[in-house]
């Protein structure tokens, strides 16, 4: 499941979230609690953790359109997810496409295994605009829990972006993804999808 659409530019990730955060002058304990990856996770080689994936979903997603707005308007979706894997599955692409009674919602998403790191980056486009978002970057906990980071920019803000992959079962996942407008002190979920197959 990729990030979701925005119109608006993503912060470019050009250094360390935990620097980026820095740089922000966000409270410390957002870059040591909320930005690094447990030590497990770096540890381990995660290369195949989007195996289960691989193949077609059914999509349910809910989409909050006016993000830390105070907007609780959310909008719904139905459609479908197809993840096919690439270089012999240390990276795979998703095609999202959904509608609903306000509009539809066509992407790709290209994720991508960096071994050094052993983390993912999950890369979105929107056919709205075209344009390959910057990643956010993560890891799975080798429990079935992924989450991943990156930054964003909403209403003029630069914000943390947060995206948990979460309920992993061979016929169902839930993906999430929330803002946090102080660093990672508060969190607000803007998607939520749940994808299930037969």
Avoid: C
């Amino acid at each position: 499941m990729p990030i979701r659409p925005s119109a608006r530019t993503r912060t470019p990730p050009h250094f360390s979230i935990a620097l980026a955060l820095a740089a922000l002058s966000f409270p410390p304990h957002a870059a040591s609690a909320q930005a690094t990856p447990p030590a497990a996770a770096a540890a381990r080689d995660g290369s195949h953790d989007f195996d289960w994936e691989i193949g077609s979903w059914t999509t349910e997603l809910r989409y909050l359109p006016e993000p830390l707005t105070g907007s609780t308007r959310w909008v719904e979706y139905r459609g479908t997810t197809e993840v096919r894997a690439l270089l012999g599955r240390r990276a795979n692409i998703v095609e999202l496409s959904v509608s609903g009674a306000a509009g539809r919602i066509e992407g790709v998403s290209l994720r991508l295994y960096n071994p050094q790191a052993r983390q993912w980056t999950l890369n979105f486009a929107s056919v709205r605009n075209g344009i390959l978002t910057p990643p956010v970057t993560g890891a799975f906990d080798g429990k079935g829990r992924g989450t991943f980071y990156g930054l964003d920019t909403v209403g003029g803000r630069t914000v943390l972006v947060r995206f948990v992959i979460s309920e992993v079962t061979a016929r169902s996942a839930r993906f999430e993804q929330a803002s946090s407008p102080d660093g990672g002190a508060t969190w607000e979920v803007n998607w939520i999808a749940v994808d299930t197959r037969d």
